[in-house]
């Protein structure tokens, strides 16, 4: 590479910064976790939207104490109608909510100019001459 005093860079056109090539010049790059979507599934039920009866451990049953004959019978669970599950409480069932490192917007902040949207340019320091 020929070097010339004081010419301008040609790399930066004089400027000393050149668009950040990770972001294109946007300073927020898709999200990794969601691939950008924002969405992300529900780390509680795994995107099920549903987890398994916390008043029966999932059985759908429960055990009460017959009055009558003073033994125990199983009966159906009654907070999920024996079914063993019930819906997530973290997702109301939708089985995705917001992704988190992104908080649902599917960018984050480029990592490479840290949102800046410019980098210092490589071939003149930042001093747009060479
Ligand atoms: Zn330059
Ligand atoms: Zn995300
Ligand atoms: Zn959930
Ligand atoms: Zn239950
Ligand atoms: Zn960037």
Redesign the pocket.
């Known amino acids: 590479m020929l070097i010339s005093c004081n010419s301008t ?10 668009f950040c090539q990770t972001c294109e010049g946007n300073g927020e790059t898709a999200c990794s976790h969601c691939e950008g979507t924002g969405i992300d599934e529900c780390s509680y039920c795994k995107g099920a939207g549903e987890m398994s009866c916390t008043n029966c451990a999932g059985s759908g049953k429960e055990r009460k104490l017959d009055i009558a004959s003073g033994e125990y019978i199983d009966q159906s669970c009654q907070k999920c109608s024996g079914s063993g599950t019930s819906e997530c409480n973290f997702c109301s069932g939708e089985g995705s909510g917001n992704c988190e490192p992104c908080k649902g917007t599917g960018n984050v902040t480029c990592k490479e100019c840290n949102g800046e949207e410019k980098l210092v ?10």
């Open positions: 860079c040609d790399t930066c056109e004089g400027e000393g910064k050149v340019c490589k071939t003149c320091d930042g001093t747009g001459k060479i």
